[in-house]
């Protein structure tokens, strides 16, 4: 059955001239990052335990951390280089992304082609002058984060609030990462938006313009829950869509094609196994296993634009009592 959605999705894929791809947190979830709405994302398990009543599972809720590996560990999976991969061909013209993991952009993808909705914890950018910087490392503060965190749940923290940390008004969390701008000297805050925070006007509008001029939208690895970002999906009534996600999604009729919308495809499997028997169809065999074969070397480029382990190890002892998130995605 996979390779016979494989040989669909590459006909899709030829026959499109505008195809973006929107991504969510399974695509990440093979790298060792934590998901939100898979049979036992957080999210999922959140809302079980909520809907339970037991006072038990509301107190496991809250004091749930997401099982996962440190941001600066975690590398792009398949799919994040098979995306690359289509961009490279021009079958990809623009990809919109709900994740913070920076998997992407560490693929690769230039920034002109892609939308970070939700942020990306490896960029930060000032407050004041607007400058943004690219780091090789994990930039929130997390210690200023779990002390706000404390003293909503609790009323008290044993946390010390660092002295930059400011109290965000609308997710009322902090986004000051500690440290400061090169150009005009104001403080850094961390891309990250958190539920209560609103997308950048500038990311959202473009993702809106190139889902807009799409005639293929790729949903992998999301079951589109979380607005606005979802809408970007459905916005261009013609537009042919695929779905691969294992949960059902709201969107899954529109793969079926209307009245004025193209038949797209829905496939209930894992988006690696998707992705790997499509290149197939698009490429000789040989070539996609060469390609297959080079992944050694792609790693060593991305452990290159990584802070090496003990150097992160080094940092994060300089913390004290700080406990840096693992890794997840939105």
Wanted: net charge negative; proline share 2%.
């Amino acid at each position: 059955k996979v390779c016979e959605d494989g040989k669909r999705f590459a006909e899709l894929i030829r026959s499109s001239d505008h195809m973006v791809v929107f991504t969510g947190a399974g695509i990440s979830t093979a790298a060792g990052s934590g998901d939100y709405r898979g049979k036992t994302g957080k999210w999922t398990t959140d809302d079980m335990a909520g809907s339970s009543g037991s006072e038990e599972k509301k107190k496991k809720k809250e004091e749930e951390e997401v099982e996962g590996v440190e941001y600066e560990q975690l590398r792009p999976t398949y799919t994040h280089e098979a995306i690359k991969l289509l961009l490279d061909m021009g079958y990809v013209k623009y990809v919109i992304s709900q994740n913070g993991d920076g998997l992407h952009t560490l693929s690769g993808i230039p920034k002109d082609a892609i939308s970070e909705l939700h942020g990306n914890v490896f960029k930060e950018l000032c407050e004041d002058c607007s400058e943004r910087y690219e780091r090789t490392f994990y930039t929130p503060d997390d210690t200023s984060g779990q002390y706000f965190e404390d003293m909503e749940d609790f009323g008290a923290s044993q946390l010390k609030l660092p002295a930059h940390a400011k109290k965000c008004e609308t997710c009322e969390n902090n986004h000051r990462t500690g440290r400061k701008c090169d150009e005009c000297g104001g403080y850094l805050i961390d891309s990250i938006i958190n539920f209560g925070d609103s997308l950048e006007i500038e990311i959202m509008a473009r993702a809106e313009e190139e889902a807009a001029h799409s005639d293929l939208v790729v949903s992998l690895g999301s079951t589109m829950a979380v607005t606005p970002a979802n809408s970007l999906v459905s916005s261009n009534p013609s537009a042919a869509i695929v779905i691969c996600n294992r949960q059902v999604t709201d969107f899954d009729g529109l793969c079926e094609g209307g009245r004025r919308r193209k038949v797209g495809l829905r496939v209930h499997t894992d988006c690696d196994f998707l992705l790997m028997a499509t290149l197939r169809y698009l490429l000789p065999t040989a070539e996609v296993e060469q390609w297959e074969r080079e992944r050694d070397d792609r790693m060593g480029l991305y452990n290159q634009k990584r802070v090496p382990e003990e150097a992160s190890a080094k940092r994060k002892a300089s913390n004290g009592k700080d406990k840096k998130k693992k890794a997840k995605t939105s």
